[in-house]
């Protein structure tokens, strides 16, 4: 499409970066279109352009969000450590008070709580969890490779029930019950069964 | 009559409204209580709901921390032994058709709102207290050898099992995710801490 290429990227990732900021603060049923625009500093046409409706900003906000999950992004760029360690690390940095990743986490979590009703948005959510499945299982076949990582069940049952677990930390965590070094610890007691000793 | 001898015209009254917006809530989550709805679900004037509560929002935290305090929890069997005791206790929460699902539904939208409302957050964290500290005593019972190792291991234990539990439940819940496959993964984490060290189960 020559008309979206010629569009400087910067702008709609601007909005992006903007609404996930306001959604972060109020959230998926109380954020206000006008706020992200202003935030942006840009005009709502071009939002408009960009995302022509609510439901549209929101799929483009859980994109957004689900390309910089820390655990999918670290994941491979820690050559150094063990396949273990990376893992671990990786997993680690999902929970993180800063408002980045916090932000990024609240609206992964909005959006998954509870059932999705636009298929548009289910079918994203579907495809960003299946990557994420995968990156998990790469990292724990790297583990199995250098010896870090032991486990007689299969790696994607593995990282699928990683990937669980994360969200079900991170609910608690954005709920203000626990901290982000108790949502660790009790990561640790999992991943802990699949370390090679 | 006496106004302390009998249940007043206003607590019953509050009571219906409260019961019609859990009713609502557990149906519908928070976005399908309106003020509408539970003022004619409860039989009440709109001005009646407000004189109860101050707006929506007072409503909802009320509503939600009435339903997170009956949380009943379904306890398994007592002649089955430990280790099935918590796999019961613990698969009945993964699945939409569990009579537990209604229940979950209501903690997982408290879970949702208490992000940005604090006031959500007492209720909360005693329901959670209870789900991890019922699954402590049944992980306790099910290793003994897990507190002699350190006296902090159960806890620990059940409250990675619980929060596996409201991850699977939420894939589940939002059609990510069967609930057999659910059950399975449920299985594999409990057998594997368990064990207390590498799985080995296949």
Redesign the interface.
């Known amino acids: 499409m020559p008309a979206e290429t010629e569009k400087p990227p910067s702008k709609r990732d601007r909005i992006l970066a903007a609404a996930a900021q306001v959604i972060g603060e ?2 998926l ?2 954020f206000v279109v006008k706020d992200i625009t202003a935030r942006a500093g840009v005009t709502p046409q071009l939002t408009y352009y960009h995302f022509p409706n609510r439901q549209a900003l929101v799929r483009g906000v859980f994109q957004y969000a689900a390309e910089r999950a820390p655990s999918v992004n670290l994941l491979h760029l820690d050559r150094e450590a063990s396949g273990y360690e990376a893992l671990r690390s990786a997993l680690h940095a999902e929970f993180d008070d800063s408002p980045e990743v916090r932000d990024l986490n ?1 609206i992964w ?2 959006v ?5 009703e636009d298929p548009e948005l ?1 079918e994203a ?2 495809r960003a ?1 299946e990557r994420w499945n995968e990156q998990v299982t790469i990292g724990i076949l790297r583990g199995l490779a250098d010896g870090s990582v ?4 299969a790696p994607q ?2 990282a ?2 990683l ?7 991170s ?2 965590w ?4 626990i901290t982000p070094d108790d949502a660790r ?3 640790d ?2 991943l802990s ?5 | 009559m006496p106004a302390a001898q009998q249940p007043s015209k206003a607590e019953s009254t509050r009571a219906a409204i409260l019961g019609a917006a859990t009713e609502l809530l557990s149906e519908h ?3 399908g209580v309106t003020v509408e709805a539970v003022a004619e679900a409860a039989d009440v004037s709109l001005g009646l709901l407000y004189y109860h509560f101050e707006n929506r929002q007072d409503l909802i935290r009320a509503a939600l921390a009435e339903a997170l305090d009956h949380y009943a929890y379904r306890r398994p069997p007592q002649e089955l032994p430990p280790a099935e005791r918590l796999r019961t206790a613990l698969s009945q929460h993964v699945g939409v058709t569990t009579e537990a699902a209604r229940q979950d ?1 209501v903690y ?5 709102a ?3 409302d ?1 006031a959500i ?1 007492p209720a ?2 005693r329901t ?1 207290e209870g789900w991890n500290g019922g699954m402590t005593r049944l992980v306790s019972a099910a290793v003994p050898q897990l507190a002699e190792a350190h006296p902090e291991a159960p806890a ?2 059940a ?2 099992l ?7 439940q ?2 589940v ?5 069967p609930a057999e ?2 059950l ?2 449920l299985g ?2 409990t057998e ?2 368990l ?8």
Do not use: H
């Not at chain 2, 619980?162 to 699977?168: F, K, S």
């Open positions: 109020r959230g049923d109380a609240l979590n909005e998954t709580a509870l059932p999705i289910a959510v579907q969890t032991e486990t007689a069940a049952a593995v699928e029930l990937t669980a677990l994360v969200e079900g930390l609910q608690r954005l709920a203000g019950l610890r009790t990561l007691v999992v069964t699949i370390r090679r000793a | 989550g928070v976005r539904r997982a939208e408290a879970m949702r208490a992000a940005f604090t957050r909360l964290a959670l620990e234990t409250t990675a619980t929060a596996l539990v409201d991850g699977l939420q894939r819940r939002s059609s990510l995710l496959r659910g399975e993964l594999l984490a594997a801490v064990a207390g060290g590498p799985s080995d189960a296949g």
